[in-house]
């Protein structure tokens, strides 16, 4: 009897948890299909009569291609980045035993603490120094150099978890520590790169704040600048606004995806361990 209480306890949280993902994404596509006067007057009213001239307006009127092929630019080029210095960082540190090792992993856990938004002033400058300022390249390098400490230590975790077996194997076998690194850690770690694209595109592509400091070149604007565009001093376009926003969210959704299996395997790795 209790354990079927417990079930249905925990049932019920899943259930409300599925509803508190799910409704704010349901507001957001009806809100997509209404007429600006029609959301003024009631936002939570369904759409009866689905306005889809939103989407059309959007990517006409308010260049949307044009920050959409920036958002993934700048969000594409930091996720390579990123992934190719997390996977050589982990790999050395997770594989290897040095002098310094744990000084050189807390001096990067310390990136972990100290959040761009702080350095705003230092990286300006040294943007401006490095004739980077208005250009996608110093952003990416902005978001690489942010997310790498996570990323650095998410990928050391797996490479460590690895049996040092396979490693022997390899070299026995005259593998090179490049085609050990290539051929048979990399594959087994694709759970861990899961992880890291989702938890480091997400905030890339949703970023208004760095963009609008380092990017001041309208053709080079992301998608959370250039929706601002339907923000009014006396007006604002809701419906084309929330259309927006749903078209920006859809290239996440295909990432997660893409890349769900391989996701749950990592937040589940190690859990049935025995």
């Not at 009866?48 to 700048?74: C, E, M, T």
């Amino acid at each position: 009897m209790k354990l079927l209480m417990t079930k249905n306890l925990f049932r019920s949280i899943l259930i409300i948890n599925v509803l508190t993902v799910l409704l704010p994404i349901f507001f957001l596509f009806n809100s997509a299909l209404r007429e600006t006067n029609d959301f003024a007057r009631n936002p939570l009213v369904l759409a009866r009569h689905p306005y889809w001239q939103n989407f059309s307006d959007v990517w006409a009127d308010g260049n949307f291609a044009v920050y959409l092929k920036n958002s993934i630019i700048v969000t594409g080029g930091s996720l390579l980045l990123i992934l190719l210095f997390s996977i050589g960082a982990g790999f050395v540190l997770g594989r290897y035993t040095f002098k310094g090792q744990n000084l050189i992993i807390g001096f990067i856990l310390t990136g972990m603490l100290i959040p761009a938004k702080l350095a705003i002033l230092p990286l300006f400058i040294q943007l401006k120094w490095m004739h980077l300022l208005n250009s996608h390249i110093g952003l990416i390098l902005v978001y690489t150099a942010g997310a790498l400490p996570a990323a650095i230590f998410i990928m050391s975790g797996f490479f460590r978890a690895l049996p040092l077996d396979l490693d022997n194997a390899a070299r026995i076998d005259g593998a090179s520590e490049g085609q050990l690194l290539r051929k048979v850690l990399v594959p087994l770690v694709k759970p861990g790169l899961a992880i890291i694209a989702i938890y480091s595109a997400i905030p890339i592509w949703n970023d208004f704040f760095l963009p609008l400091v380092f990017l001041q070149d309208p053709s080079k604007k992301t998608i959370m600048q250039g929706l601002t565009a339907f923000f009014g001093e006396y007006q604002s376009q809701w419906g084309a606004l929330f259309a927006g926003l749903t078209m920006a969210a859809l290239p996440l959704i295909v990432l997660y995806l893409l890349l769900s299996e391989q996701f749950i395997k990592g937040l589940t790795a190690g859990a049935v361990k025995g």
